[in-house]
């Protein structure tokens, strides 16, 4: 353990060596608040971010130019927290501390694979899931008082009716659709130490990243029933294991943390003003080892909030930050 | 020292103030750079009104000078605060005051953190976390009747108009 | 202990870590010292790491925290306190010790629900099940057992009044909205008093629940028979859902003369559970007794037709369609809509269809509806709703399985047992119709009192020290 550890610091060094600097990021100046989220529209074309401004901002290139293509700012009357598209790209979810269902602020959103679900989680300490009615409305399906605190994040797994949660009461919980339409909880994860930010699956679903208050990150395996290296599952749901925990590289609290599908490199949003980017180890045997490639210091003047990977163009990155600002760096030199 | 005649049934000790920060030359000189020091974290909050009584943090002995730390090259600032009983159901809105007024008036690169004295709180950790969770702090902020209590902690002149 | 409860009143709950000393916004009085008594108050502490510095304790009763928008479910410490089990342990031994004409009388009234539950935990028939429920709480001092079925007959008659009145009615007055709204859930009205105010309030039926029309029956009209007065009547019900416990607390059933409710106590079927494991209780040495018949049904457990929690809309609709479209001859096929807790009944005449009953279980099916209302959006005449996923015989204070069985698969079990009992196939039965004539004088201002309810809108509090952020 303590190898692996002193192995993070040298790279850590390495890291600092790969400082970019600022200027490598496309810089999108508009929101006149802190920016929470940012998401990509599955065409990888446009971005969406969101803001205490209780704006939502919609960005795209014109040329080599990103620019401000559209301003939302009549849908909410508080911070909005979170922005989702549908995997069609025919619709943004949106969710803010102004609380429609809820009895509380809302803190994420997201669509399942298939387009049919949507997520809320919420201060009030459920997870609710939303189905299209009849009707074309969302009516809702199941409300799941899963978790002892607020709920900070839900996402859903990248091909699968799995929907997954991340909450202040330090732990992951793991949902699946039951019968008759519900919902509930198949496992919790537990392992941190503190708030749970964020949470996301690599493009097979095989594996989920979580980070932390705590200022780590913590790598979770899937195991299915009758798994070759002998890891207990209950029953017919498959578990997830704790393969990796990423330690005493970040300085504060991990506030997001996006898994590329097309690199499967994993970048970090950080409360010291960092992005760190993290590559699973070649030669990893057994448990995974991911090293931190790359750490952009002062990539934003103030907390960074959220990350999000391009899904279209490999080593594209969006972040937003407390400082107001979305960045787009260009990455692809790492690969 | 204030006396204090007030409905709440805790009689609070009250504690003398501190003396005025004394000047120096440099201070005024624009092409020193003078780093932020505890005595200028403990200036930005000591005057900070209790939300229940007309006291100030200071004369409470909720804020001290000694628990105000501050690293300018880091951009750290940390803060403790001592509730005057173990069970203060005010802890929690005490230390959103103090919070909101460093980050209202620090400049943006600082990092602001906020925690009870240890020991000092039988809600501690939770009243700690809290404090630390910067998305509960925004929305707590966003509430209006939660921010008019706070403005009056921080401006006393708001509170006697009222 | 949280368990007790309905989902929608759990999430009404924003206490975040906070202990109810800490939190509870309720002004703190100075006690006066020679007061007479503090019946239903109990004492909320927190954690102090001062020993030696003792505080007034501050004293909330369950009435406070009902009219307070804040955190409902922290009065579970002040419920398990006032409304337990021990509570009415309590008061049976205190009255055991007490002579003759200082002794209470001591009713206590059983749900169906309640009674099937206990009767699948211990693997008995429900008949044996009632009779042990019976034999069990007379034998520790209760003089009266009855069926909470009796009451229901009120309820669901005065149900069907209502609806049918609304709907004869509405034509003519614009403020006689629909859909008309089952109320007999105290966790679902709770829910809609704290978060939806004024504007479901004129949706929501007042006829009140079987429990409260068992209290009134009890406390207005059988006292008076016994020339007790009515806080010498002492009443308990066992029901499978704490939140029962807060509806025998709302301050509409509080009578003041007599400084006392109409339900004194609320015990739930878990709680018999509990005693049971505590005590050591081998349910087979408990004699089987007979039901009191004076205000029950008859001897042998009983239900109604229609859904495991009462079978409002099933007796609403029946109703509906013979006395406003003299329809007898009807189809009650429920048709199961996107879950299994949200069914539909209509019936057409003419290609119209002029009555759209529904039931919404669970606290999603609520939500959903309630939007459907805002939105107008929402084609029901009338809709049972009940905050617990499968109705009243899921209650949250039912059993859990403890023979492995799944949660499901239990619930499954006493909808077939609940279905199977021999129905009550009239509400008016002659001793019924008895007490409408002789208790109530078939007078409608009596009825009014007696068998209805009011409900008020639960305004935010603005004590902003008291906001959990």
Not at chain 2, 146 to 157: A, D, E, G, S, T
Not at chain 3, 186 to 201: M, N, Q
Not at chain 3, 429 to 452: A, F, G, M, P, V
């Amino acid at each position: 353990m303590r190898k692996q550890i002193t192995y993070f610091l040298l790279s850590l060094q390495q890291g600092k060596n790969n400082k970019m600097s600022v200027t490598d990021a496309a810089i999108l100046e508009g929101h006149n608040d802190k920016v929470w989220h940012v998401a990509w529209h599955p065409n990888g074309k446009t971005l969406a971010s969101c803001s205490s401004d209780k704006t939502i901002r919609i960005w795209a290139k014109e040329g080599e130019k990103w620019v401000c293509k559209t301003v939302l700012d009549d849908g909410h009357t508080r911070t909005i927290r979170s922005v989702s598209w549908s995997p069609c790209g025919k619709y943004m979810a949106s969710a803010s501390f102004d609380a429609t269902g809820h009895e509380n602020e809302i803190k994420s959103v997201a669509w399942s694979s298939s387009g049919s679900f949507l997520a809320t989680c919420s201060r009030d300490k459920s997870v609710w899931v939303w189905g299209v009615g009849e009707d074309q409305e969302y009516e809702c399906l199941s409300v799941i008082p899963s978790h002892t605190q607020d709920v900070k994040k839900v996402v859903f797994h990248p091909n699968e009716n799995i929907l997954v949660s991340a909450s202040y009461d330090n732990t992951i919980n793991v949902y699946k659709e039951d019968y008759d339409d519900d919902w509930s909880v198949v496992e919790t994860l537990e392992g941190h130490q503190s708030t749970v930010w964020s949470i996301a699956f690599n493009s097979r679903g095989d594996r989920l990243a979580s980070c932390s208050d705590d200022a780590t990150v913590r790598i979770w395996q899937r195991y299915l029933p009758g798994n070759k290296e002998g890891i207990t599952t209950k029953g017919d749901n498959p578990t997830w294991k704790c393969v990796c925990t990423l330690s005493g590289l970040h300085n504060r609290t991990i506030y997001d943390i996006s898994w590329c599908n097309l690199t499967d490199d994993i970048a970090t949003a950080c409360g010291d003003d960092y992005i760190r980017i993290f590559r699973e180890h070649k030669n990893s045997q057994g448990e995974p080892i991911f090293d931190l490639i790359l750490s952009v210091p002062e990539a934003h003047s103030e907390d960074v909030n959220t990350v999000s990977w391009n899904p279209v163009v490999p080593g594209i990155l969006a972040s937003g930050s407390d400082d107001g600002t979305v960045k787009i760096w260009d990455f692809s030199v790492l690969s | 020292m204030t006396t204090v005649e007030r409905l709440d049934n805790i009689n609070p000790l009250v504690f003398e103030k501190a003396e005025n920060r004394i000047t120096t030359d440099s201070d005024w000189d624009d092409l020193i750079y003078d780093p932020f020091d505890a005595r200028e974290i403990f200036d930005l909050i000591r005057n900070i009104n209790d939300p229940e009584h007309p006291l100030s943090l200071e004369e409470l002995n909720v804020v001290e000078e000694s628990k105000c730390e501050v690293d300018d090259s880091n951009s750290d600032v940390s803060v403790l605060f001592t509730p005057t009983i173990p069970h203060c159901s005010m802890a929690s809105l005490i230390g959103l005051s103090i919070k909101l007024q460093l980050l209202r008036t620090l400049p943006s690169r600082f990092k602001v953190t906020v925690k009870i004295t240890p020991g000092t709180h039988a809600s501690e950790e939770a009243v700690n976390k809290q404090l630390a969770d910067k998305e509960r702090v925004a929305a707590a902020l966003e509430n209006p009747h939660l921010l008019q209590v706070i403005n009056r902690c921080l401006n006393p002149k708001l509170r006697n108009r009222s | 202990m949280l368990g007790g409860f309905s989902s929608g009143l759990k999430l009404t709950d924003l206490n975040d870590f906070i202990t109810p000393s800490q939190e509870c916004i309720k002004p703190v009085q100075i006690p006066n010292k020679n007061k007479t008594k503090d019946k239903g108050l109990i004492e909320i502490e927190g954690s102090s790491l001062q020993p030696e510095e003792t505080y007034e304790k501050a004293k909330i009763t369950l009435n406070d925290c009902l009219a307070c928008s804040g955190c409902i479910t922290s009065a579970e410490v002040v419920l398990v306190n006032q409304q337990s089990l021990e509570q009415f342990s309590k008061v049976l031994n205190e009255n055991s010790h007490l002579s003759d004409e200082d002794k209470s009388v001591i009713v206590l009234s059983v749900s169906t629900q309640s009674v099937l539950s206990i009767a699948a935990r211990y693997n008995l028939t429900p008949q044996e099940g009632l009779e042990k429920i019976v034999g069990y709480f007379k034998s520790v001092g209760v003089d009266y057992v009855f069926d909470v079925n009796f009451a229901r007959c009120f309820s669901l008659i005065e149900a069907q009044k209502e609806f049918a009145k609304r709907y004869r009615n509405s034509e003519n007055d614009s403020s006689l909205v629909f859909p008309l709204l089952a109320s007999s859930c105290p966790g679902w009205v709770c829910y809609a008093e704290k978060t939806h105010g004024s504007f479901i309030l004129p949706y929501i039926s007042k006829t009140r629940s079987p429990q409260q029309v068992m209290g009134s029956i009890l406390k207005d009209y059988w006292s008076k028979k016994l020339l007790l007065k009515p806080n010498k009547l002492y009443h308990a019900t066992l029901m499978p859902c704490f939140d029962k416990k807060l509806e025998a607390s709302r301050e509409e059933f509080y009578n003041s003369d007599f400084d006392t409710n109409e339900v004194d106590c609320v015990i739930t079927s878990v709680e018999v559970e509990q005693l049971f494991e505590k005590d050591g209780i081998d349910v087979n040495t408990i004699p089987c007794m007979p039901l009191d018949t004076e205000f029950s049904m008859c001897q042998t457990l009983l239900s109604h037709d229609g859904s495991g929690s009462g079978g409002f809309a099933h007796h609403v609709f029946i109703y509906a369609a013979k006395h406003l479209f003299d329809i007898e001859e009807i189809d009650l096929n429920w048709k199961t809509l996107r879950n299994n807790d949200m069914l539909e009944l209509t019936l057409e005449v003419n290609g119209e269809k002029v009555l759209r009953f529904a039931i919404a279980n669970g606290f999603r099916n609520i939500q959903n509806l309630v939007q459907k209302i805002k939105r107008n959006k929402c084609p029901y005449h009338y809709v049972e709703i009940m905050a617990c996923p499968s109705g009243c015989l899921n209650g949250g204070a039912q059993i859990r399985p403890n023979d492995g069985r799944t949660s499901k698969e239990l619930v499954q079990y006493l909808e077939s047992i609940y279905k199977q009992l021999p129905k009550i196939t009239s509400q008016n039965e002659q001793r019924i119709n008895e007490l409408y004539s002789e208790w109530l004088e078939n007078d409608d201002n009596d009825i009014q009192q007696k068998l209805y309810t009011t409900y008020k809108e639960i305004t935010q509090n603005v004590n902003p020290l008291g906001i959990k952020w």
